[in-house]
């Protein structure tokens, strides 16, 4: 079983600026894509960025040139650089990891992490 582990998250002031880190661990596992998910009630988990293990990236329109996503694969960590943070921002933010465990394709989601941006 692959889990996550998840750091980071808080408190900020509009404008300011955040790192989310994310760890994954387990045995006999391989990582293909990782990255960050965020929701708010009553909504949907949207994705926020995420990052194959070849260093294709992908961001939601909203956060794009403010967040940036990186990967240490040899580490199996994933960390996600957040500035110029908005109200809108606010939400939990899930690490996610797809890959293979034992041959088998698994996703693996972390505990989530609360983000809360002031106006």
């Known amino acids: 079983q692959v889990q996550l582990v998840e750091s980071g998250g808080g408190l900020v002031q509009a404008g300011g600026s955040l790192t989310l880190s994310c760890a994954a661990s387990?045995?006999?596992?391989?990582?293909?894509?990782m990255g960050w998910y965020r929701q708010t009630p009553g909504k949907q988990r949207e994705l926020v960025a995420a990052?194959?293990?070849?260093?294709?990236?992908n961001y939601a329109d909203s956060v794009k040139g403010r967040f940036t996503i990186s990967r240490d694969n040899a580490q199996n960590t994933v960390s996600l650089q957040m500035n110029g943070l908005k109200p809108e921002d606010t939400a939990v933010y899930y690490c996610?990891?797809?890959?293979?465990?034992?041959?088998?394709?698994?996703?693996?989601w972390g505990q989530g992490t609360q983000v809360t941006v002031s106006s």
């Open positions: 387990g045995t006999a596992f391989s990582i293909d894509a």
């Open positions: 990052m194959t293990s070849g260093g294709s990236t």
């Open positions: 996610n990891a797809a890959g293979k465990n034992f041959g088998r394709k698994y996703d693996a």
